[in-house]
């Protein structure tokens, strides 16, 4: 295989398609820039993203945005207390041949897709959130004793809504682990208001066209990984996962007093940052892309003690003070 960072006409062709992409979901979504940024990263960087905002903010906007601009299978699931893991991975139905035998089909379940958006998933139980761990994490399914792989490439995005919210059901650790970035929404500012009122109140926009197939975002997914990044860089995103865990000797005081369990290896992974740099147009990975990611993809991983959680500190001010500590 052709190393793809050694020919710029091939390079100059992704980052089209990414500026395609980018453009065809702000036409949609509009008001939060950065949000969509984050999500399109998450895609490039071949991992899944954990959308949360309060209900009417546009989280299903977003997702159905990207899903119709990309050239692949798209399903939604909405979950809801009474839904089952079986609703999720599949179930085996009996049917009867010409002949009256009797045998168990495999119906396949809505996670077999190219993307898939688990809206609302923390309205279900944990029991059926967690049928989504193995294929976050394995990229396969197993059901009734049999192993099924999902086909490449495969993206979940979650939507949820705070868990303060009645009738929410906080994401296991392990459940929130398989999220490479989680993506806050807030509130618009007036201009970015006043622009989706009046785009909601008008005429209704024409259909999204597909702008990258299933063969450039393989491609793509192949030169984020490409991006090279520092040895200096890597030892400062280990001190920065290091520092998150209270028992570290690189911890921050707050971090020592308010946090249970820090990130895991997954916070460093350097994915995010490498998809950043390559849509910033730069071939390395630089310390603006890793401080540019590092709440996203930190924020869900630290585990809250019970002075935490009652001191009112924000996952995000808790980050702050690892970057600035670690150096």
Not at 110 to 131: C, G, K, M
Not at 234 to 257: M, N
């Amino acid at each position: 295989m052709i190393d793809e960072l050694e020919n710029p006409e091939e390079i100059e062709r992704l980052r089209e398609a990414v500026r395609g992409l980018r453009a065809a979901i702000a036409e949609r979504f509009l008001g939060q820039d950065e949000v969509s940024e984050l999500l399109l990263l998450s895609l490039l960087a071949g991992g899944h993203a954990l959308l949360e905002g309060a209900p009417g903010l546009g989280k299903t906007t977003l997702v159905s945005c990207l899903a119709q601009a990309l050239d692949l299978d798209f399903r939604r699931i909405q979950f809801t207390p009474d839904l089952m893991p079986a609703d999720i991975l599949g179930s085996r139905v009996l049917e009867f041949d010409e002949g009256g035998a009797r045998g168990f089909r495999f119906e396949a379940g809505p996670v077999f897709t190219n993307v898939l958006l688990a809206d609302e998933i923390n309205r279900a139980t944990p029991r059926t959130q967690s049928a989504l761990l193995e294929a976050m994490q394995e990229r396969q399914v197993t059901v009734f004793g049999e192993t099924r792989a999902l086909e490449e490439p495969f993206l979940v995005v979650a939507t949820e809504n705070p868990i303060e919210m009645e009738g929410t059901y906080p994401l296991p650790e392990a459940q929130l682990d398989r999220f490479l970035l989680k993506i806050e929404l807030s509130l618009p500012d007036r201009a970015g208001l006043a622009a989706i009122l009046d785009a909601t109140t008008g005429a209704a926009p024409p259909p999204i066209k597909s702008v990258l197939d299933r063969e450039t975002l393989v491609r793509l997914r192949a030169l984020v990984r490409e991006v090279p990044a520092s040895s200096d860089l890597v030892q400062r995103v280990a001190g920065i996962v290091h520092a998150t865990h209270p028992d570290s000797d690189l911890a921050p005081e707050r971090v020592r007093a308010l946090v249970r369990y820090g990130a895991s290896p997954r916070g460093g992974q350097l994915l995010a940052a490498k998809a950043r740099a390559l849509t910033k147009g730069r071939l390395f990975v630089n310390e603006d892309d890793v401080l540019a990611v590092a709440a996203p993809a930190l924020r869900h991983r630290l585990i809250l003690g019970y002075e935490g959680e009652a001191s009112g500190v924000t996952p995000d001010e808790l980050v702050a003070d690892v970057l600035a500590a670690v150096r």
